[in-house]
């Protein structure tokens, strides 16, 4: 645990008896990842998706929302099959435009990570921050957050993106809704998930703000504020990085149910949920790739994420060492 | 207990307030509700005199006064986009999202809390590992992929089941039932499975976390040493234990079945209130948001209600007044 | 005939470095009416031994060798099935606290009844008239009243007779008591062990009593079996092992005992294994401001403070209500004097020290520094001159170190904050030097907490308490959560904080021994208040107030332990 400790402020570098790496290597987290199949798999399948979303305008074969390159022609081509009028081979098919859906993919899965990594660091902020302040400070402002958080964690997150997504519809004039559409949608989503990291962090803050090394800052005369900073936040971020990593997972699907309600990315821009959304209306007449391989994309990219933060959960409890 | 009940009206009614405030500020500031009723041609006298007529002038306490009294009474006003009053709307579509709602939550209950309690007590059994795995992919399912799964698979491979629709309801006193036509229940199958299973996997990975924590306690270490057997320490001493915190969450689950709904409405084309919230936000259709949120909020301060009373009924903590029997 | 035999066993705990060997081949015998003691501190093995004979070993640990016998009939390799049938009808478990021994759900009846009926074939009210039976047995009163309510409606020493009648009911035959009263405090500690006592007696059951506690071990028990690392090191009566020991071992932990009826002048340095770790204390000095000066003028005065809890939230003030955790105590402490402060949990000295310390404020009084009234500073930059001069030991060293920092930024803190020391490079020398002298050496500056001991732990919080250069200090319960040997020398250290640097301390401490060997005044705390002041000898010999007769009449008098090897200051 130690070991993934941020660089602490340190004049000068002794040697030591061993490297940092050799001994993050022998770190019990280190050794149960490399004991954990399942742990790797689920990296690697993250690494790749998330590589090749980066990477996209530069792997992918087409450009699938460039509609100069586009062909009529080519639509409904099957996976691995040549169209019957072009000729031309598309791994995965293509859909009624004529679009690449491996392409598309690329492009969809980019959309979604970052979507999804924006909402996911939107949310870990404000609620580390509120849940920081709650925890340390106390009294009624511990008060006030909690009982908002309350509230909303009453209703499902994915209720409370669909208000805020409907609320700032209503406030931003029809004309720019297709541009802010995206970061609307990260507002929405982060907003929805704040609450499960103000109250872990809270409830984390408040058993180590009781423990005695706080008392020794506070006794030798630490400001509140670097208190929470260099003492209390450093030891309440395990717990936020396993929330985070499940929390990502669920922020994707969130992204891609409302692009699947037609309620969040513009088509323009088209994210995993919006493909699927697509390929829904082919399902009736036998053009089964439209949706399935999206799904696949999709599906993958979440258990993955799931799989990573449900092994670093138990990696990370002590008590079920 | 009276008193813990009346402190947790008081905090129901709270709440309700301010969700009615945040649905009053709904219709006071998103949009013009005055453009969204007289059109652009309008003069600037017909709108001022539609202002006072609405009541727009008067002070804002007085209009939210005003708000929270329609509320109460169920008046939200006219459907921008049906041109029909909302409560009309709402109630008519009601018993579609009641009678899914209720099949798949039975359904995530049952199986959620059964599956749960094996897969911690057969910790490392193969078939509890296979439970487990599973149960990941159904929390990374997204529910509409779900829905569009069961859809290709039933509906359009193996044609056995609907794939849209309510089918052929019955209507007994304004309360449309698909209970009691066969086509009714077979199109109620996909759905409410739909519905059920993230709920399902969400309440199983619960339990199961819950009675993990409650066998490693100390009390259950001495009911051991104490020669009792597995099957009275395991349903005596620890489920017991383990439904206190399951009773909470398992409620509040149940509850955001209602808003999930939504998702499986729309994949299903399923006429309920989800739907109608779905295409209301589409658009800006300020009285059925305003409307449908209250709704909900309604649903969950009652769940909250019920599973704080609960809590009471079944914690001794809670229930007995703490006495101080000497050292 | 023996009833409990334990033959040779030997417990391994494989993980995945190695294999850890809890128990290796210990023998023990206990036989029917007789107290059998298993003491060891931590990491002794001896909790093992007890789980092994209960057949509860935590996986991964499991029996690799020896055998257990019970009247005379192997036990060690039985199954699951048959064990359960030993379990709680012929062999009894006493776990170490009973608040989170009984399960909160079910009544003291309930929870009687199903053990009852699971071991003796008796209908529900025959079980429910023994149930009665055996809360009135193990003294609780209105036994007919209080069990049908629950265990939170029983005070803590009322749990734990509930976890003995739980134990008693199907007339076993061994009852093994895992450290069954460290929870508790002194007065009703004594109360559960005479009731061990007289039960062993009376119903001729053989008990194994596992403690950490000498005195625990002088005043209950028969016998004695000394464990260390996992090895039996001595074993014996009672008498003979503890005023004569063979071992260098049981040597070196019996001097450590702190006595109440000898004041040392220190802590023999009787090492055994590798435990040694000398400090250099004295070397400090001349860093250090002199502070001999004016030895009778008071440096803290503490004028009738008093310290209040919200216990009930209410809007109207009225309504609310109040914890009173300090009432209205005033003391001095002069300068160089060791002030000690002894009272059961709950009874304010704790608080009176973070009072002090400035981490509590005073609802009333006032406290005086050198003269100034520190009170009446309310900004954290008039506070500041005092917070450098004084400086606080915690009681648990897990917890009052953050694990995320290194050795040398815990100690180097309050050097930084209080701008002591701006150098990067000079810092680090001090702090590499404090290491150097509380004795752990100034490779440590570049380590985590989490690669040290407690004992080790506690000398780091020394040094960051000493980085200041205070001239008080105060200790709240240093050495409570150590075992018995490294107290000894956390305590020396600290008298030579004392004898070479002439530091004031205020000692907080519920453990009266110690108070003896640290203190020159003392006073005695009880709910909130302070009944008396005195001198430590006098106190000891002639104490005036009701309550500290009865404090020290439950302290164990330890007269029968060896005092080889010791220096004696007084008598």
Sequence with gaps: MTDITPEQTQPAKPARPRGRLTRWWDSDVAWSFRHSPVAIVATFVVAVMSLAALLAPWIAPYHPFDPATLNLLDGFTPPMQENQFTGNVFWLGTDDQGRDIFSAILYGSRISLFVGISAVLFAMTLGVTLGLIAGYVGGWIDTLIMRVADVQLSFPSILIALLVFGIARGFIPPAYRADMAIWVLIVSIGLSDWVQYARTVRGATLVERSKDYVQAARLIGVPSGLIMLRHVLPNVLGPVLVIATIGLALAIITEATLSFLGVGVPPTQPSLGTLIRIGQGFLFSGEWWIILFPSIALLALALAVNLLGDWMRDALNPKLR | MLTFIVQRLFQAVLVMLVVALVAFSLFRFVGDPVATMLGQEATVADREALRDRLGLNDPIAAQFGRFVVNAAQGEFGISYRLQQPVLELILERLPATLELAFVSGVLAFVFGVVLGIYTALRRDGVLSNIIMTTSLIGVSLPTFLIGVLLIWVFAVELQWLPSFGRGEVVDIGGWKTGFLTVNGLQSLILPAITLGLYQMTLIMRLVRAEMLEVLRTDYIKFARARGLTDRAINFGHALKNTLVPVITITGLQLGSIIAFAIITETVFQWPGVGFLFINSIQFVDVPVMAAYLIFIALVFVTINLIVDILYFVVDPRLRVERSTGGG | ??????????????????????????????????????????????????????????????????????????????????????????????????????????????????????????????????????????????????????????????????????????????????????????????????????????????????????????????????????????????????????????KSLIAAVPRPSLKLRRFPLISYGDRAATAGIAELSTMWPDMKGDQDAPLLEVRDVSKLFIQKRAWRPSKREYLRAVDDVSFDIRKGEVFGLVGESGSGKSTVARTIATLYHANAGSILFDGVDVTALKSDRALESYRRQIQMIFQDPYSSLNPRMRVLDIVAEPMRHHKIETDPGRIRDQVEDLLERVGLGASAAIKFPHEFSGGQRQRISIARALATRPRFLICDEPTSALDVSIQAQILNILKDLQDHLHLTMLFISHDLPVVRQMCDRVGVMRHGKLVELAETNALFENPQHPYTRELLGLMPKLEGLSTEGLEIEAA
């Design chain 3, 1 to 250: 005939m023996t009833l409990l035999e334990i033959d040779r066993l030997s417990v391994a705990f494989p993980t995945r470095r190695q294999t850890f060997v809890a128990v290796n081949e210990a023998s023990l015998m206990v036989e029917p009416g007789m107290i059998h003691g298993l003491v060891g501190e931590s990491g002794a093995g001896k909790s093992t031994i007890g789980a092994a004979v209960m057949g509860l070993l935590e996986p991964p640990g499991r029996i690799t060798g020896g055998v257990i016998r019970f009247q005379g009939e192997e036990i060690s390799g039985r199954d699951e099935q048959a064990m359960r049938a030993l379990r709680g009808a012929r062999i009894s478990m006493i776990f170490q606290d009973p608040l989170t021994s009984l399960n909160p759900l079910l009544t003291v009846e309930q929870q009687l009844v199903e053990t009852i009926r699971m071991h003796l074939k008796l209908s529900e009210a025959d079980a429910q008239k023994r149930a009665v039976e055996l809360i009135d047995r193990v003294g609780i009163p209105q036994p007919e009243l209080r069990v049908k309510q629950y265990p939170h409606q029983f005070s803590g020493g009322m749990r734990q007779r509930v976890v003995i009648a739980l134990a008693l009911c199907s007339e076993p035959e061994v009852i093994i008591a895992d450290e069954p009263t460290t929870a508790l405090d002194v007065s009703i500690q004594a109360q559960i062990l005479d009731l061990i006592k007289e039960l062993a007696r009376e119903r001729q059951v053989g008990v194994i009593l596992i403690t950490h506690d000498m005195g625990v071990i002088a005043d209950t028990t028969d016998r004695v079996t000394v464990m260390y690392r996992g090895e039996v090191v001595e074993s014996g009566t009672t008498e003979d092992v503890l005023g004569r020991p063979s071992h260098d071992y049981t």
